[in-house]
């Protein structure tokens, strides 16, 4: 089994979206929701307004990419869906990796070590 489960159910999309906690920003928002079980799982949409079908793939893929490289730092335990927003396509994927983890953070997704871990590599090159 893959360590990387996706939702792909219209139902659960829907309850993330009615009971999860969310947060915005120009390039993405991200819906979280403490699940059963102790299962880390997630799901990416996005919509018409983003663009054609070749932008819309390249904002999945953007996000796809950007959670894979924060997965081991994320509680396991939610379900979170990442919306592409209209600027998604269009910048680098450091952009939407930096938002997605201020919105991680926000909502208490993050466990505390990644994000003391974090916070002493940004500080060490300092003098």
């Known amino acids: 089994m893959s360590k990387y489960i996706t939702v792909k159910e219209n139902r659960e999309f829907s309850l993330a979206y009615r009971r999860g906690k969310s947060c915005v920003s120009p390039v993405l928002v991200t819906y979280a929701l403490k699940a059963k079980g102790n299962v880390l ?51 680098k994927s450091q952009v939407v990796c930096k938002a997605m983890r201020q919105h991680l953070k926000t909502l208490g997704v993050l466990s505390q070590s990644s994000e003391d871990n974090n916070h002493e590599k940004g500080t060490s090159g300092i003098n």
């Open 41 to 91: 799982r997630y799901g990416i949409t996005s919509g018409k307004k983003v663009g054609n079908a070749v932008k819309r793939s390249r904002a999945r893929r953007v996000i796809r990419a950007s959670y894979f490289q924060l997965f081991d730092q994320i509680k396991p335990g939610y379900i979170l869906i990442f919306v592409a927003r209209g600027k998604t396509p269009h910048v």
